[in-house]
């Protein structure tokens, strides 16, 4: 299969705006009222990526994500909506988000995503998903489909299918 550049339906890129004054800066990542409510969190993490690594591309079968890239560092990120029911089916993104273009982004269950930090030093990431990791009690399988396992994946951050 080949992908195409489009827009992928139930993706939002939300630019964050960050205030700034001598102390340093704000910015709001989340709120309430701006996002659907199969999209609201039920948990927050953060992870630091460094230079040159990727994370994915995988998947999940029942949680969406909602990730918050403001630096420092900058990352390709790239989508590909690969759910046979969806009206965009087969349409990728490609964006560079984080210091230069701080970006909030809301990946729906079954769109394939994965980044790499190409800022040349460490990045922050911060994800509000809608499902608890591992589920209540962390006692259920991992929802994630691990496409970066496979080298022979359709799923490749350097191309352009």
């Known amino acids: 299969m080949s992908f195409k550049k489009g827009p992928i339906e139930g993706v939002e890129v939300r630019k964050l705006r960050k205030f700034v004054d001598e102390r340093g800066w704000l910015c709001e990542l989340y709120r309430d009222d701006e996002v659907a409510a199969e999209f609201r969190p039920t948990m927050c993490y953060a992870s630091i990526s ?24 900058n990352f390709l990120l790239v989508l590909w909506d690969n759910r046979q029911s969806s009206p965009t089916y087969g349409n990728r993104i490609r964006i560079v988000v984080g210091e230069d273009d701080p970006t909030a982004v809301i ?7 994965g980044y790499r930090n190409v800022g040349g030093k460490d990045g922050l990431v911060t994800n509000l998903p809608n499902r608890l990791f591992m589920g209540q009690g962390k006692k259920l399988p991992i929802d994630e489909i691990r496409h970066e396992d496979d080298p022979k994946s359709m799923f490749q951050m350097d191309h352009e299918h």
């Open 50 to 73: 460094r230079a040159g690594v990727q994370r994915g591309p995988h998947e999940h079968i029942d949680q969406a994500d909602y990730f918050c890239f403001l630096g420092p560092s």
């Open 107 to 113: 990946v729906p269950a079954g769109v394939v995503h």
